[in-house]
């Protein structure tokens, strides 16, 4: 049974930083593009950031460039965000997904097979 489990939300001040991590278990981890969506109340999910299974290739929304950095680390079945600089725009629950298919270029959420439970990041002004 394939789990996703977020960790590293929380509160912080606007300017401030985070690192949510992602772990992944019960599927071959570097078969899969690992993408952080997240969802504020009333809003659409929004695709903010995702790495191929190499690592090579990387997305981000326009709205984070430059403040967030996605990585992951295939030995440890774990992808990471690093949210620098935040703001309370970035108010929102984070979601980690897999996609076997990703097309290196899009961010729809139908292209992820496997979803976390989410994690709560509240950036305060």
């Known amino acids: 049974q394939v789990q996703v489990v977020e960790s590293g939300g929380g509160l912080v001040q606007a300017g401030g930083s985070l690192r949510l991590s992602c772990t992944a278990s019960?599927?071959?981890?570097?078969?899969?593009?690992m993408g952080w969506f997240r969802q504020a109340p009333g809003k659409e999910r929004e695709g903010v950031s995702c790495?191929?299974?190499?690592?090579?290739?990387?997305y981000y929304t326009d709205s984070v460039k430059g403040r967030f950095t996605i990585s992951r680390d295939n030995a440890k079945n774990t992808v990471y965000l690093q949210m620098n600089s935040l703001k309370p725009e970035d108010t929102a629950i984070y979601y980690c997904?897999?996609?076997?298919?990703?097309?290196?270029?899009?961010?729809?959420?139908?292209?992820?097979?496997?979803w976390g439970q989410g994690t709560q990041v509240t950036v305060s002004s």
């Open positions: 997904a897999a996609s076997f298919l990703w097309d290196l270029i899009n961010m729809f959420p139908a292209d992820f097979n496997y």
């Open positions: 019960g599927l071959t981890f570097d078969d899969y593009a």
């Open positions: 790495i191929s299974w190499s690592g090579d290739s990387t």
